[in-house]
């Protein structure tokens, strides 16, 4: 049987289809290494001594940043390219959370969004959050994340 990273990197694999959208962000070396220049909060894990159970992955972004990516004026892979570490941020992307099927419904990936979410606070004024939704779940969870912390949020 596979371990829990191999069947995250499955998981996300089937699921977003990256390699075949370039679109879309592809987490692979040279975009996780900007990924913690931006903040090191963008790219979360919680694992156990199996290894992942939910990955998480957020970027925080400006105002006008936000505005262009939900009107379609620029995709994913183009927010992150000109996302800019140092950058004053004000809105954060809910790019994307992956959960093992046998953690789901647990409110771990909520926690792992959350955390992130209060150190990107502590650093930056943040006034919006924005999500693309690809699932249901994911749609809920970006809904649920926005009550828990009282931000706007916005659907592209």
């Known amino acids: 049987m596979a371990n829990n990273f191999e069947r995250m990197l499955e998981l996300v694999g089937d699921f977003f289809d990256v390699k075949n959208d370039p679109d879309q962000i592809s987490v692979d070396e040279a975009s996780r290494h900007k990924l913690e220049q931006?903040?090191?909060?963008?790219?979360?894990?919680?694992?156990?001594?199996d290894g992942p159970m939910v990955w998480i992955l957020v970027v925080p972004?400006?105002?006008d940043t936000m505005q262009r990516f939900l009107n379609k004026a620029i995709t994913e892979q183009q927010?992150?390219?000109?996302t800019q570490p140092g950058?004053?941020?004000?809105?954060?992307?809910?790019?994307?959370?992956?959960?093992?099927?046998?953690?789901?419904?647990?409110?771990?990936?909520?926690k792992v969004t959350l955390d992130a979410i209060r150190q990107f606070q502590e650093k930056y004024r943040i006034k919006a959050?924005?999500?693309?939704?690809f699932s249901k779940e994911g749609d809920w969870l970006a809904k649920a994340i926005a009550r828990d912390t009282a931000l706007p949020l916005y659907e592209r």
């Open 38 to 49: 931006i903040h090191p909060a963008t790219l979360n894990e919680l694992a156990n001594e």
């Open 61 to 63: 972004t400006t105002l």
């Open 79 to 82: 927010l992150l390219d000109e």
């Open 87 to 110: 950058t004053a941020f004000e809105a954060v992307y809910l790019c994307s959370a992956s959960v093992l099927p046998e953690f789901r419904g647990k409110g771990l990936a909520k």
């Open 129 to 133: 959050l924005y999500f693309w939704k």
